[in-house]
């Protein structure tokens, strides 16, 4: 039992937060791409990926693992984000550091999806059992390209006005 589920319900729960982190953060990446904020999907990115590395350490275990690393790597990411989007409001330099962090948050978790799809796959499993044979690296490493460029992209062409701004125009 994990906070009154069973581990399989829990399970489930994890990795529904993590899918709808993973869909919700690439409308989000490409929203920005597109010059675009897109708040709700926004909001919904970044709370389901936060919930996503919070509830990875609800999971019985005996000393700390890859995937709490990166989870920790994530909350510390969104730690940034968070407050670049709605403390700072996107003003100067947090429009950046709210981009990067929003890329690098989706990131951790396509890689996770990645590691785990290694891991549960049987046809994946089978080209890289111990996930250090070219397959997955190959894999892990396209990713990352992706993720470079996307980031990048979004960089350039989110020029989006402070929220506060926004308001006052209205």
Known sequence: MILG??????TVLHVVLSLLGIVSGFVVIFGLIRNRRLDSWTS?????TALTSISGFGFPFEHLLPSHKVGIVS???L???IPARYVF?????WR???VVGAAIALYLNV???VVQAFLKVPALKALAPTQTEPPFVVAQLMVLA???????LAVKRFRDKPVQAMARAA
Request: glycine residues 2%.
């Open 5 to 10: 589920m069973s581990t399989a319900t829990y």
């Open 44 to 48: 919904v990115f970044l709370a389901s």
């Open 75 to 77: 909350l510390l990411v």
């Open 79 to 81: 730690a940034v984000t």
């Open 89 to 93: 409001h996107l003003t100067g330099r």
């Open 96 to 98: 950046s550091t709210y």
């Open 111 to 113: 890689f996770v999806f």
């Open 146 to 152: 992706v993720f470079i460029a996307l980031s990048v």
